[in-house]
């Protein structure tokens, strides 16, 4: 290629100097913390998730027991199967903790705050879509525990009546049988483009309501460097797990081949699903655990506006808080992955109430509060 | 001899080891090579217990995601692990190639059911990955066979077992001493055998173990280093802005 062809091509297509004007060049706020790139890692991740995801789909069989025969070749017999599905697995793991590590900052900074209702939105809309993605990629993996998970959930929808059935009926198409797979599959990775999408809004909205910066740089070289580093260290602790902890945060029994004669006694989820599955199993009817997930969604929502600060910065009480927010659910997960006891029991019943008590009640008082200072 | 394996392949299995060293001792304290975030597999340990599955286990127990043709990784030659093939009779009759799984013992679960008033003798591809402390977990089982305390009633066709969940397994104890001859001269006690044969299971669960470690610390060292650089890099950059 010479000079001249180059012109030639940057006169009719200016990709090099929109490049520079557009991207290379933007104004961007100094003082981002390393956590402000987030955005562009979760981003990262699920193209990382799609690409290697691709890999695997040209390999797995989605029917019941040949998908967990088709996983193991993968591993077994393809060249740097095992890899690849490691990435995959690990991939999910990195996407989920960045996601419920921004969902924490920004309850913790105040985040969701008018003007920014919107993105807050579009953030818990993107927890909801790739909970449910990471759902069918456990059923996807068709172990000894998520071909029974699979089993219970679509029996379970296929009771539900009307409107909760329908869609049940339609995504599942009935009970866990042959084809059931094959659609979640598909589902799988439609909504993982979909995630795209709700990315793109995500950072629309959010260039729409940002401050005008009073100091700026440029984003090359300020913010490029700054990723940089963000990159490297999220590719370190990524690369920890993929090779020294592959299957970190599942469920062991789920490497095992499903058994379709033999229920296992708990079945816990990984990790990523575990505050859902808790906030599903504290009721034992099926519309109940449904009602109680849309409720935990629906304070989550409701925050922006639940919230009575005006205009004030979070304070040291409502911080402290949410950090008590943030064990809570974290004493959830554990309980739930103790398995089904008394105590867990009681002591899921207890989280699930701090925790719409944070967002009903302590979260409006404190913020109340701190405002009238 | 129906499930068991013939001389000649018990030959082409011992001749990995003819001029190996004596196997080091493992089980006082008990441990395996592969254990830790740079531990590998020892081959020897491998073979022997390859050889422990193949005449003791094989006659009950599946490995259906095993073919012939991954022995290699052991350090069998290609033509030892033809050899230990072609003497498995596969349910027609015919020899078994490189290329086949691991024969399966019965036609069928309910064959198998049959066998053992109802128990089904579990895969064991992936016994050590889908069971907390599989390997130790193996090697307990295997040596925890013990006669039954006087106040506590076997089930029919079960055997006293202090690692087994419950206490009582289906399976009858299938390790006693010297129940194969391993060819580098080491000494084959019940535990030197359930060692071997969760070592070999270990690696059955996870055969890319030493690729994934290796490859693994290199990319850890390597993404390390990247970091340093990129928050110099960054610094320096930014050294004037702040």
């Not at chain 1, 390393?34 to 990262?44: C, E, F, P, V």
């Not at chain 2, 498995?88 to 069928?108: E, R, T, W």
């Not at chain 2, 070999?200 to 993404?223: C, E, M, Y």
Request: hydrophobic share 50%; aromatic share 12%.
């Amino acid at each position: 290629m010479s000079d001249q062809t180059k012109s030639w091509l940057e006169t009719r297509l200016p990709l090099a100097s929109s490049m520079q004007s557009c991207i290379w060049n933007m104004k961007m706020a100094v003082e981002k913390p390393y956590l402000a790139a987030l955005g562009s890692l979760i981003t990262a991740t699920l193209i990382f998730l799609t690409l290697s995801g691709f890999v695997l789909s040209l390999f797995y069989v989605a029917a019941p027991g040949a998908a967990f025969d088709s996983i193991q070749f993968i591993s077994r017999n393809v060249d740097n199967g095992w890899l690849v599905r490691s990435f995959h697995a690990t991939g999910a793991t990195m996407l989920f903790a960045a996601t419920y590590l921004v969902v924490f900052r920004t309850l913790l900074t105040g985040g969701y705050r008018a003007p920014n209702e919107l993105t807050w939105i579009l953030k818990l809309v993107f927890l909801g879509l790739v909970l449910i993605i990471g759902y069918f990629g456990y059923a996807m993996a068709d172990g000894a525990v998520s071909y029974w998970s699979l089993h219970e959930t679509t029996v379970a929808g296929a009771r539900l009546t009307s409107f909760p059935g329908a869609i049940s009926n339609w995504v599942f198409g009935g009970p866990a049988g042959p084809g059931t797979l094959g659609r979640v599959a598909v589902l799988h990775s439609a909504l993982a483009l979909l995630g795209f999408g709700v990315l793109a809004l995500h950072l629309a909205a959010k260039r729409a309501v940002a401050p005008v910066p009073t100091k700026t740089v440029t984003l090359h070289p300020y913010y490029t460097s700054h990723h940089f580093v963000a990159f490297a260290v999220f590719a370190l602790i990524f690369a920890v797990l993929v090779f020294f902890a592959p299957h970190w945060g599942e469920n062991q029994l789920n490497l095992a081949a499903a058994n379709p004669l033999v229920v296992p006694a708990v079945l816990t989820p990984p990790w990523y699903l575990l505050p859902v599955s808790a906030f599903a199993a504290a009721s034992s009817s099926p519309l109940g655990s449904i009602f109680l997930v849309l409720a935990g969604f629906a304070v989550l929502f409701a925050a922006p506006w639940l919230d009575q600060s005006k205009g004030t910065k979070p304070g040291l009480f409502y911080k402290i808080l949410v950090a008590v927010l943030a064990l809570d659910v974290f004493g959830l997960c554990m309980a739930q992955a103790d398995g089904p006891s008394m105590l867990s029991s009681i002591l899921s019943t207890i989280f699930i109430g701090w925790y719409f008590l944070h967002f009903l009640v302590l979260s409006p008082l404190a913020t109340a509060m701190e405002s009238k200072k | 001899m129906k499930f068991g394996i013939s001389a000649a392949a018990l030959l082409a299995a011992s001749l990995a080891f003819s001029n190996a060293a004596k196997a080091e001792d493992t089980l006082s304290p008990l441990h395996w090579q592969s254990q830790g975030n740079f531990g590998s597999y020892d081959k020897a340990a491998l073979q022997r217990g390859f050889l422990v599955y193949q005449t003791v286990c094989a006659s009950c127990h599946s490995a259906n995601a095993l073919h012939y043709r991954d022995l290699t990784a052991l350090g069998f030659s290609p033509d030892q692990v033809a050899a230990i093939a072609s003497n498995v009779k596969l349910a027609d009759g015919s020899q078994a190639s490189m290329d086949d799984n691991f024969k399966n013992p019965f036609p069928d679960s309910q064959v198998a059911a049959k066998a053992f008033g109802g128990a089904i003798p579990p895969d064991l591809s992936t016994l050590v990955a889908a069971h907390p402390r599989g390997t130790q977990y193996i090697y307990s089982l295997l040596t925890g066979y013990q006669a039954a305390p006087s106040d506590v009633n076997v089930m029919a066709n079960h055997y006293y077992n202090v690692a087994y969940p419950g206490n009582q397994i289906a399976m009858p104890a299938p390790l006693k001493d010297d129940m194969v001859t391993y060819a580098d001269g080491t000494k084959a006690t019940t535990a030197q055998e359930a060692s071997d044969v969760a070592a070999f299971l270990t690696w059955a669960s996870h055969p890319n173990l030493d690729a994934r470690k290796q490859i693994g610390l290199r990319a850890v060292i390597f993404l390390i280093f990247l970091s340093v650089l990129a928050i110099a890099n960054k610094r320096k950059i930014w050294s004037g802005v702040v």
